[in-house]
């Protein structure tokens, strides 16, 4: 049976990590304006208080870790006042210290981080924020604590195959991120559809058999649904309906096809489950708004040439 949230992290081609220790001692604070790309932190020592747009103060205790799909706009703090935190542009070129200390100079820390970010060499970056909240905070996950700090040591050690390891090691966070996001707690979308136990079969389905012909009753049989009742649930849940997901998939699929060398038009239709590549080519461009020859022809000669990480 097909894996689609391994499929869809496999397809976001995390590329690139940066990650740095930090430090806070005394009234400290600092305030990140917003990114994009998505970030994590792991509390190693200490506690503090992160405040992002859109949600209310939360408190960070020792083995917590946090992922911000797109990084919005955030800022985290101590518990004693500090009426301005300076502001940072995550988007400028990192500080060459090992650590960076905020506040008081003359005391212990307070709280130890370890935060960085990464960038999804993908055509639809998007899916991550379809998959997960705005902010994702996980307390007491080993798992995802062991983890940051691989990508911390790897990012900083510069060994040979680094590139290849901070690759996987992201991917393996990424799914372990997702993991554990109670699936209710999602955005409607993928998690929270696979956490449907009616509606997993049949998304497994769509994936494992993605260039089968399907229709809404044959999905809403391996539900156990009625049609009208499947149709108006995996609606609600994951935010499209059964067949408008599938097409969204079958493109997402095709754009990640179309920007490797050597791989067809007739061969791409085929492999995503249309007859010919006219017919393909007649949804692509309406879908993605240009035909895949002239998408396929902008995306190669912007791609990257290998997958690279900053220390």
């Given amino acids: 049976m097909s894996d689609p949230l391994s499929e869809v992290v496999t397809l976001l081609r995390p590329r690139t990590v940066f990650s740095k220790r930090i430090s806070g001692a005394g009234p400290w604070g600092v305030r990140y304006t917003e990114f994009g790309h998505p970030s994590f932190c792991a509390v190693l020592e200490g506690r503090c208080l992160l405040r992002v747009e859109g949600h209310d103060a939360v408190t960070l205790e020792a083995g917590d870790f946090v992922l911000l799909p797109t990084t919005p706009g955030f800022t985290m703090t101590g518990f004693e006042a500090v009426r301005r935190p300076p502001a940072l542009d ?22 130890r981080l370890l935060g960085g970010y990464f960038i999804l060499d993908s055509p639809d970056p998007a899916l991550l924020s379809t998959l997960l909240p705005t902010l994702v905070h996980v307390r007491g996950a080993e798992r995802l604590a062991l983890l940051v700090r691989l990508v911390g040591e790897e990012s900083r050690e510069r060994k040979p195959g680094c590139d290849l390891v901070l690759a996987r090691l992201v991917e393996v966070l990424l799914v372990e991120a997702l993991r554990a996001t109670p699936g209710e707690e999602a955005p409607p979308g993928l998690l929270r559809g696979l956490a449907d136990a009616r509606l997993a079969p049949a998304l497994r389905q769509m994936h494992a058999q993605v260039a089968r012909a399907w229709s809404v009753a044959e999905l809403a049989a391996a539900a156990a649904l009625s049609r009208s009742t499947f149709f108006a649930r995996f609606t609600r849940t994951v935010g499209l309906p059964p067949m408008e997901y599938l097409l969204a998939w079958r493109m997402a699929l095709a754009k990640d096809l179309l920007r490797q060398q050597g791989v067809a038009l007739t061969e791409v239709a085929e492999r995503i489950g249309y007859s010919s590549a006219s017919t393909f080519s007649t949804a692509f461009a309406r879908h993605v708004g240009q035909p895949p020859g002239r998408y396929a022809r902008e995306r190669r000669a912007t791609a990257a040439p290998s997958i690279a990480s900053v220390g």
């Fill in 90 to 111: 995550p988007k400028a070129a990192p500080s060459a210290v090992a650590e960076v200390h905020h506040g008081a100079r003359d005391r212990d820390p307070d709280v």
